[in-house]
């Protein structure tokens, strides 16, 4: 079965190191979002990407996150400089469609520490 | 703006019990409803949806929820509850709208004692 998968599953920085955290979404998918969870809080929405441009991004996205895809199969996530209050789980979703009704696969996450 | 709200955010309850998990939304259109199951070191996995069909939605592993717009609710239930549901489990809304994205509730574990 298709599945997400993300990498690492684990990354450990220092303050104002750079990190890029990456995904392999569904093949045929064409949507793709960032979520975050932080320790004990809720899932948040930070980007959706389609067709090589942000669809929409959150108050949290700020100037210190950027995504990407370079290929034709990578969806990275990159903050530039790291603060503490980064530190929290990142999830990395696909979609085969818009329209809100969709079924979102998720990946597995990456938990990004900052010291 | 959309919201959700899950009351709970730990339930306890014995093996072969109901198990319910309330969720209630707050939207202006509308909304797709949504719950998610997430297992120790996994990520969320589709547990079933509600799109404006059918209001008592059936989903994977005996699951069923009820969409009830009166009482803006979307609440999780299983007759009879299995150690394997022990995980943590999340409403989320979405509409068409937004592009897609998903606001998620607060989450809620469920333990399931022997």
């Known amino acids: 079965e298709p599945e997400v998968t993300q990498t690492p599953s684990h990354q450990v920085t220092q303050m104002g190191q750079e990190v890029i955290l990456r995904c392999v979404p569904i093949?045929?998918?064409?949507?793709f979002y960032w979520y975050r969870q932080i320790l004990g809080q809720k899932v948040e929405f930070l980007v959706s990407?389609?067709?090589?441009?942000?669809?929409?991004k959150s108050e949290i996205f700020d100037d210190q996150f950027s995504v990407e895809r370079p290929d034709g199969s990578n969806f990275t996530l990159k903050i530039r400089s790291t603060k503490l209050e980064d530190s929290a789980m990142y999830f990395c979703a696909s979609t085969a469609g818009a329209g809100g009704y969709n079924e979102q696969f998720f990946g597995p996450g990456t938990r990004l520490t900052v010291l | 703006a959309q919201s959700v709200t899950q009351l709970g955010s730990h339930v306890s309850v014995s093996e072969g019990a109901l198990v319910l998990l309330r969720c209630n939304y707050s939207s202006s259109v509308p909304p797709y409803l949504f719950w998610y199951v997430q297992y120790p070191n996994q990520g969320l996995q589709l547990l079933l949806k509600?799109?404006?069909?059918?209001?008592l939605v059936k989903g994977i592993n005996g699951f069923e929820a009820e969409f009830k717009k009166s009482e803006t609710s979307f609440h999780l239930t299983k007759p009879s509850a299995h150690m394997s549901d022990a995980a943590e489990y999340f409403c989320a809304v979405s509409d068409k709208n937004q592009g897609g994205k998903l606001i998620f509730g607060q989450g809620t574990e469920l333990s399931v004692k022997p």
């Open positions: 093949s045929n998918h064409l949507y």
């Open positions: 990407f389609y067709n090589n441009e942000i669809s929409e």
């Open positions: 509600y799109t404006s069909a059918a209001t």
